[in-house]
C-alpha cells in the first residue's frame, strides 16, 4: 500500500492501483489447491511503473504498453496467503468485502453460487461496489452473456 494505491510488482513492472478504482472482485477455484483466481475490475486504468532500467526492460515496457489491453481489469491466479494479506489490507476501504476465513478456500471446489436462476460452479463474488450480485458482475464485464 503506498497512497491510497494498492501496489502490486512482477519481475519487471510496478502496478498501481488506486483503491478508490475496485469495482468488483470474483474469486474461482484454480487447479492448485492452495490457490484460487481472482478477476479484479477497476473504473480507472492500472498505472504501470516500470521497475528494471537496463535497455532491454525498457524496450519490453514499451511493448507491453502498446499491446496491453487490460488496463481496468486483472485476472490472476494467487495462492491463498497472498490473498489472505490483500483481503486484510483492502478489508478498511472495501467495507463489504467478504473475509477470507468465511469464504473457505481449502472447500472451493464445491462452492456453488446460485444468483438470479443462475448456478456458478467453483466461484464467488467477494466484492461489489453497486451491491450487485454475481450474475449481474458477470453480465456487467462481459463474462456471461445475455440471451
Known amino acids: 500500500m503506498e497512497n491510497n494505491d494498492l501496489i502490486i510488482e512482477t519481475f519487471f513492472l ?3 492501483i488506486a483503491i478508490d478504482s475496485i469495482d468488483d472482485i470474483i474469486i474461482s477455484y484454480h487447479r492448485g489447491w492452495n490457490e484460487h483466481k481472482l478477476f479484479t ?3 480507472k486504468p492500472i498505472q504501470y511503473e516500470l521497475t528494471r532500467r537496463s535497455w532491454f526492460y525498457q524496450m519490453l ?3 507491453f504498453l502498446a499491446f496491453n489491453t487490460e488496463k ?3 485476472y490472476r491466479a494467487y ?3 497472498l490473498i489472505t494479506s490483500m483481503f486484510s489490507l483492502l478489508k478498511p476501504y472495501l467495507s463489504p468485502l467478504i473475509k477470507t ?3 473457505d478456500l481449502a472447500h472451493s471446489f464445491t462452492w ?3 444468483d438470479e436462476g443462475g448456478q456458478f460452479k467453483q ?3 467477494v466484492y461489489s461496489r453497486e451491491g450487485l450480485g454475481l450474475k449481474r458482475v458477470m453480465l456487467k464485464h462481459k463474462i456471461l452473456l445475455e440471451k
Open 112 to 114: 456453488m453460487t446460485y
Open 101 to 103: 476465513k468465511d469464504l
Open 14 to 16: 510496478k502496478e498501481k
Open 72 to 74: 481496468f481489469r486483472i
Open 123 to 125: 466461484m464467488k463474488l
Open 41 to 43: 475490475y477497476f473504473d
Open 79 to 81: 495462492d491463498n496467503e
Open 61 to 63: 515496457f514499451q511493448i
